[in-house]
Nanobody
Framework: QVQLVESGGGLVQAGGSLRLSCAAS????????MGWFRQAPGKEREFVAV????????LYADSMKGRFTISRDNAKNTVYLQMNSLKPEDTAVYYC???????????????WGQGTQVTVSS
């Protein structure tokens, strides 16, 4: 498995931007599909985006399309989530996760980071 550490969360006003990073340890990072999920208080963990090992294919949840961009740098063992036009409803703990194949369900991802808090004020 790969170990993951997220960073970049914080407090931002509505309409603002944040870029989350997820650093992975392990020499096999480039073999994994990488995903971002989020979980708001009292809600289930929600799919945000996923990217294939090559970066060619990306999928997004409908509510994030056009606002969020997932990318990766295999040379740096890092995956990113650029979040623009943030809304108060985007407030959540954001997690990155690794999986051997593309998926949208949390159960598809065996490796998880500890999460980073994103708070969007109105």
């Amino acid at each position: 498995q790969v170990q993951l550490v997220e960073s970049g969360g914080g407090l931002v006003q509505a309409g603002g931007s944040l870029r989350l990073s997820c650093a992975a340890s392990g020499r096999t990072f480039s073999r994994y599909c990488m995903g971002w999920f989020r979980q708001a208080p009292g809600k289930e963990r929600e799919f945000v985006a996923v990217i294939t090992w090559s970066g060619v294919r990306r999928l997004y949840a409908d509510s994030m399309k056009g606002r969020f961009t997932i990318s990766r740098d295999n040379a740096k063992n890092t995956v990113y989530l650029q979040m623009n036009s943030l809304k108060p409803e985007d407030t959540a703990v954001y997690y990155c996760a690794a999986a051997p194949e593309m998926g949208r369900q949390a159960a598809d991802f065996p490796s998880w980071g500890q999460g980073t808090q994103v708070t969007v004020s109105s």
